[in-house]
Nanobody, 123 residues
Framework: VQLQASGGGLVQTGGSLRLSCAVS????????MAWFRQSPGQERNFVAG????????HYADSVEGRFSISRDNSKKMLYLQMDNLEPEDTAVYYC?????????????????WGQGTQVTVSS
């Protein structure tokens, strides 16, 4: 399965961005999906995850209430709506897929990754 992330960019503090992840080459609704982010010199950290049915979502404490993950299984698309962005949200954002019912929290449990999209929040 191939993942293609897009939608990153430069935004001011308090602004919004919507990331998208297009999935091809597989049956989308067998995968739990997640977004991770990585800053220079840092580990790749979990941001948000969604179950393959979309009934369950989970967020990192740092983005709870500001970010919203969703998926459209008919279009094979994953989304991350990011509102009230802060400079601390600056990172490369990656989408990831795992053939599981619910999303895992650790990056090494995901076998499939998109190429990353840069999000920069200016103060």
């Amino acid at each position: 399965v191939q993942l293609q992330a897009s939608g990153g960019g430069l935004v001011q503090t308090g602004g919004s961005l919507r990331l998208s992840c297009a999935v091809s080459g597989g049956t989308f609704d067998v995968y739990a999906m997640a977004w991770f982010r990585q800053s220079p010199g840092q580990e790749r950290n979990f941001v948000a995850g969604i179950s393959r049915s979309a009934r369950m979502t989970h967020y990192a404490d740092s983005v709870e209430g500001r970010f919203s993950i969703s998926r459209d299984n008919s279009k094979k698309m994953l989304y991350l709506q990011m509102d009230n962005l802060e400079p601390e949200d600056t990172a490369v954002y990656y989408c990831a897929a795992d053939q599981a019912i619910t999303p895992a929290l650790f990056s090494d449990e995901y076998p499939f990754w998109g190429q990353g999209t840069q999000v920069t929040v200016s103060s």
